[in-house]
């Protein structure tokens, strides 16, 4: 029999609704960060309007009550960047990221020169962080002092990779500050880090949340730079298909895939949001002609909006004394009842993310 061919439609629209971005379904906030696979969170923000697009009623005290009784917790996770996880979640697969850890540290440890001892350098800062929570400043001029002609990008980036560590969080709006201590994740927790390799466990949640998906796609999720063994061992237990392009997909089993025709409401995303990361060609969600406004310098990813399924524009808050100011930058005209639903979106989206604003507008800049 011969494999299903799906069209790029038909696997924009499994996607949205594995994202939860075609019907905004009333779940724990726990549980759906899990689905997801964690909220990638360089920005103290983004986790939150991640959550906000994509669960009803959503408040800010739903997930910061649960960082702050240590459910969830913001540590480096897949492709070795920040991420809010729940602390279930950050136990059971850390020591299985370890290896991604690992060639990170000895990339950044080779470009950048570094002769030090590694174990020198974790023992100094594991005792450094026990004696109480310290911030990477304050783990710098430690390891400066103690070791003052070694190279302290290296060091530093040692200590990030090869510690388990979270970030703890304080009153600040969106849980952490911006420059935030870090402390041992087990001291944290209360409880010790899963020592097993789970990563056909981790590839299976991948494919719930992004699938169905090439083995390179599974790499650039996971920041694993080989898969296809681990691939090929669980062949027997999932479903593939083909996509228009002839490369070979794979799914969980029975999970449905939507007809290409399924409606797809207006969404709005936050900067980074995983959806626009998770994937090696990302044709499902952005159009290459969209690319360079979406993917920014310095590995900045912009917030943006779908339309239809697939990213239409931009979009960024700025608050001033006056108001706070949400702009929505569409790549192309819209129809009247597309940009209808987009302000309503935005004008409810806006007030979430500055709440205590004078005022709220939303602004359309000029095409």
């Not at 020591?95 to 690992?102: G, K």
């Not at 911030?135 to 070791?147: G, K, N, P, Q, R």
């Not at 995983?274 to 912009?302: C, I, S």
């Amino acid at each position: 029999m011969s494999t299903r061919t799906l069209t790029l439609r038909e696997i924009n629209r499994t996607t949205l609704a594995r994202q939860h971005l075609l019907t905004r379904l009333d779940q724990p906030v726990p549980a759906l960060i899990e689905h997801l696979g964690g909220l990638q969170a360089q920005l103290p923000g983004a986790p939150y309007v991640g959550l906000w697009t994509r669960l009803p009623h959503f408040q800010r005290a739903d997930l910061a009550h649960r960082i702050e009784t240590r459910e969830i917790v913001k540590a480096a996770f897949v492709r070795v960047t920040l991420h809010l996880v729940t602390a279930a979640d950050y136990l059971r697969f850390r020591a299985t990221l370890q290896p991604v850890m690992a060639a990170g540290q000895a990339d950044i440890v080779q470009r950048r020169g570094g002769t030090f001892d590694r174990t020198t350098v974790l023992e100094a800062a594991r005792a450094f962080i026990v004696a109480q929570p310290r911030s990477f400043a304050e783990i710098s001029a430690m390891l400066t002092e103690h070791l003052p002609d070694q190279d302290v990008g290296a060091m530093r980036h040692t200590v990030r990779t090869d510690l388990p560590l979270v970030q703890v969080p304080t009153s600040a709006p969106w849980s952490f500050p911006g420059n935030p201590q870090f402390t041992l994740a087990e001291s944290w927790l209360g409880q010790s880090i899963d020592p097993a390799d789970h990563l056909p466990d981790l590839l299976r949640r991948y494919l719930a949340a992004f699938g169905p998906a090439t083995i390179t796609d599974m790499q650039t999720w996971s920041g694993f730079s080989k898969l296809k063994e681990v691939v090929e061992s669980l062949r027997p237990h999932l479903q593939t298909y083909r996509d228009e392009q002839r490369r070979e997909l794979f799914d969980l089993p029975d999970l449905p895939i939507l007809p290409e025709d399924t409606p797809a409401p207006v969404r709005l995303l936050p900067e980074f949001d995983n959806l626009l990361l998770a994937y090696t060609k990302r044709t499902r969600v952005v159009a290459d002609a969209h690319r360079p406004r979406v993917y920014l310098p310095a590995l900045r990813v912009a917030a943006t909006f779908l339309v239809d399924g697939f990213v239409a524009g931009v979009w960024k808050v700025e608050k001033t004394r006056a108001a706070a100011r949400l702009t929505l930058s569409p790549f192309a005209p819209l129809a009247p009842s597309d940009r209808a639903a987009l302000l309503e979106e935005a004008e409810s989206l806006v007030r979430f993310v500055e709440p205590t604003a004078a005022a709220h507008e939303v602004h359309w800049e000029a095409i």
